[in-house]
C-alpha cells in the first residue's frame, strides 16, 4: 500500500510533517502526504476523532497547524489562509437563514460576474432549481447539503474538498453525488472526499487514504490498497492504530 512515487506534475495538495496539538492531545500526527494528479476523487477514511475534518480545516486554513507546512499546487500556504483555488464545505454549511437560495449564492459570489452568472447552472446542478427562490430557513438537511455543495462548487475550483457530503442525503441524493464527484473529474479538479459510507468511497474514488489516531495507516491507488481484502470495509475494520508505520512515513496517493 506504500506508494512513494512522484507524480511528474508535482502533488496537487502536499502536507509535510503536519501535526496539531489541542490541550496536549495530539489531533495531527505528523502527516505526510502527496495528493497527486487532476481529475481524481481521493476519499479519506476514518472513525470520529480520527483527524479528518481537522485535515480539512489545515487545508482551508480554517485551523493553523502547529508544525509543518501544506502546498497547493505548488504554492507553500501562509498558515491560516485560504488558498484561492480551493472550494471546501467543511462539517455542516451555514446560511442565510431569511434569504432564498439562490440570494444566498449571490451574496457568495460576492459581486463577481463569472460567479453571478453561474448562479442559476449551480441550483439546477445539485437540484435545487424548483426550490431556488425558497427561504433557507424551511430547507431540510440534504437540501442544504446540496445548496452547501452549490456554493463551494461556485468558483470552479481547482481542488475540491467535501466533507461528509452525504449527510442528510437520501438513497436518491447519494447517486446524485456518486454523478456529480463523476462530473467534477471530468472537468479535471481534484476532490478530496471524507465519509464514513465505505461503499461509496469504493464506487466513487481513484484513491483512498485511511487515518487512525490522527495518522495515516494506509493509502494509494483504490485497487492497490484493495488489493487481498474483498472490501474496503473488510480492510478498514482490519486496521487499527498500531497498524501504522513510523511517523516518517511519506503517502503519495
Given at each position: 500500500?506504500?506508494?512513494?512515487?512522484?507524480?511528474?506534475?508535482?502533488?496537487?495538495?502536499?502536507?509535510?510533517?503536519?501535526?496539531?496539538?489541542?490541550?496536549?492531545?495530539?489531533?495531527?500526527?505528523?502527516?505526510?502526504?502527496?495528493?497527486?494528479?487532476?481529475?481524481?476523487?481521493?476519499?479519506?477514511?476514518?472513525?470520529?476523532?480520527?483527524?479528518?475534518?481537522?485535515?480539512?480545516?489545515?487545508?482551508?486554513?480554517?485551523?493553523?497547524?502547529?508544525?509543518?507546512?501544506?502546498?497547493?499546487?505548488?504554492?507553500?500556504?501562509?498558515?491560516?489562509?485560504?488558498?484561492?483555488?480551493?472550494?471546501?464545505?467543511?462539517?455542516?454549511?451555514?446560511?442565510?437563514?431569511?434569504?432564498?437560495?439562490?440570494?444566498?449564492?449571490?451574496?457568495?459570489?460576492?459581486?463577481?460576474?463569472?460567479?453571478?452568472?453561474?448562479?442559476?447552472?449551480?441550483?439546477?446542478?445539485?437540484?435545487?432549481?424548483?426550490?431556488?427562490?425558497?427561504?433557507?430557513?424551511?430547507?431540510?438537511?440534504?437540501?442544504?447539503?446540496?445548496?452547501g455543495i452549490g456554493r463551494v462548487?461556485?468558483?470552479?475550483?481547482?481542488?475540491?474538498?467535501?466533507?461528509?457530503?452525504?449527510?442528510?442525503?437520501?438513497?436518491?441524493?447519494?447517486?446524485?453525488?456518486?454523478?456529480?464527484?463523476?462530473?467534477?473529474?471530468?472537468?479535471?479538479?481534484?476532490?478530496?472526499?471524507?465519509?464514513?459510507?465505505?461503499?461509496?468511497?469504493?464506487?466513487?474514488?481513484?484513491?483512498?487514504?485511511?487515518?487512525?489516531?490522527?495518522?495515516?495507516?494506509?493509502?494509494?491507488?483504490?485497487?492497490?490498497?484493495?488489493?487481498?481484502?474483498?472490501?474496503?470495509?473488510?480492510?478498514?475494520?482490519?486496521?487499527?492504530?498500531?497498524?501504522?508505520?513510523?511517523?516518517?512515513?511519506?503517502?503519495?496517493?
Amino acid at each position: 500500500m506504500n506508494t512513494e512515487e512522484t507524480c511528474p506534475e508535482g502533488p496537487v495538495l502536499a502536507l509535510e510533517a503536519l501535526s496539531l496539538v489541542r490541550r496536549g492531545r495530539k489531533i495531527l500526527d505528523d502527516v505526510d502526504l502527496n495528493i497527486t494528479g487532476r481529475g481524481r476523487v481521493c476519499g479519506i477514511l476514518g472513525s470520529n476523532g480520527a483527524g479528518k475534518t481537522s485535515l480539512l480545516k489545515v487545508l482551508t486554513g480554517l485551523v493553523r497547524p502547529s508544525s509543518g507546512s501544506v502546498s497547493v499546487l505548488g504554492d507553500t500556504m501562509p498558515h491560516g489562509v485560504m488558498p484561492a483555488d480551493v472550494g471546501a464545505l467543511v462539517e455542516e454549511p451555514r446560511f442565510y437563514p431569511w434569504l432564498s437560495a439562490r440570494d444566498n449564492l449571490m451574496v457568495a459570489a460576492g459581486g463577481r460576474s463569472d460567479r453571478t452568472a453561474r448562479v442559476d447552472e449551480v441550483l439546477a446542478a445539485v437540484g435545487l432549481q424548483d426550490r431556488a427562490d425558497d427561504r433557507v430557513r424551511i430547507y431540510s438537511q440534504g437540501m442544504r447539503q446540496r445548496l452547501g455543495i452549490g456554493r463551494v462548487l461556485l468558483s470552479e475550483p481547482e481542488v475540491v474538498l467535501l466533507d461528509e457530503p452525504a449527510n442528510g442525503l437520501d438513497p436518491e441524493g447519494i447517486a446524485w453525488l456518486r454523478t456529480l464527484l463523476g462530473s467534477q473529474r471530468e472537468r479535471g479538479a481534484t476532490v478530496v472526499v471524507t465519509s464514513h459510507v465505505l461503499s461509496e468511497i469504493q464506487r466513487t474514488c481513484d484513491s483512498v487514504v485511511v487515518m487512525s489516531g490522527g495518522r495515516i495507516v494506509a493509502g494509494g491507488a483504490m485497487a492497490d490498497v484493495l488489493a487481498g481484502s474483498s472490501s474496503l470495509e473488510d480492510l478498514y475494520f482490519s486496521l487499527s492504530d498500531d497498524s501504522a508505520p513510523p511517523v516518517s512515513h511519506r503517502w503519495t496517493v
